[in-house]
């Protein structure tokens, strides 16, 4: 199993705790309340980093709680004590890894006059969120688990494609209340908006079609796709007639 290195965004935390990289969580330290509590939330983040690690490298049905407890050097029954099961850490670790709300949250807060820039804003950080290669390591594990065990599919689908859809359709809301786009289903547009951006952007990575997509390829795309959309739903949109 290759050795893991642990990020600065798990290794500060635990520093800042008195906890040094390594060290066993069996170990008993005499702190004051609130040192025990930053150590323990910091020990929760340690785990969650390696045990996604070790997720990632062997899949998840070929993890243990034994072998996460040893690489972590204590004991399973520490590692109990703060995730109840397998799948509580895993549904930890999909979570902290998606974080699709705090890393679009920026790009939603783009109040700019003018939409087609705030829309081709979206769909860039968009892109950039679900082609990165950690994003498709985490969608390659959820498709080959998800099969057997259904809820690790709903764990990525719940904290990662809905969290995108739902704060896009916010959003679009709001700009319909604005004037700027015209009122409707506010999820399926934001859906729609998603999915053109994609346009096929993604599958050609899962399916390792060529070279991976090109800024140059990407803004392409997010630029067809924000066309299309205001063509269907911009204020000045003439509604089809059925």
Known sequence: MPSVDVSDAASEPMQRAGIQIGQPLDREVERDPHEVESARTSRRQYIIHIAGEIFLANGYSATSMSSIAARLGGSKGTLYNYFSSKEALFSAFMQEQLGVEERLSLSFGFWADDIELALQEIGCRFLDLILSERAETITRLVIAESKRFPWVGQAFYENGPLQGVQM???????????????????????????????????????????????????????????????????????????
């Open 168 to 242: 896009m359709a916010r959003w679009v809301e709001a700009q319909a209340k604005s004037g700027r786009l015209r009122k409707g289903d506010a999820e399926q547009q934001a859906m729609i908006f998603l999915e053109l951006c994609k346009s096929g952007l993604q599958q050609r990575i899962l399916l390792n079609l060529g070279a991976r997509p090109t800024p140059a390829e990407r803004a392409k795309s997010v630029a067809e796709a924000t066309r299309v959309f205001l063509a269907a739903y911009g204020d000045q949109a003439v509604q089809l007639k059925s």
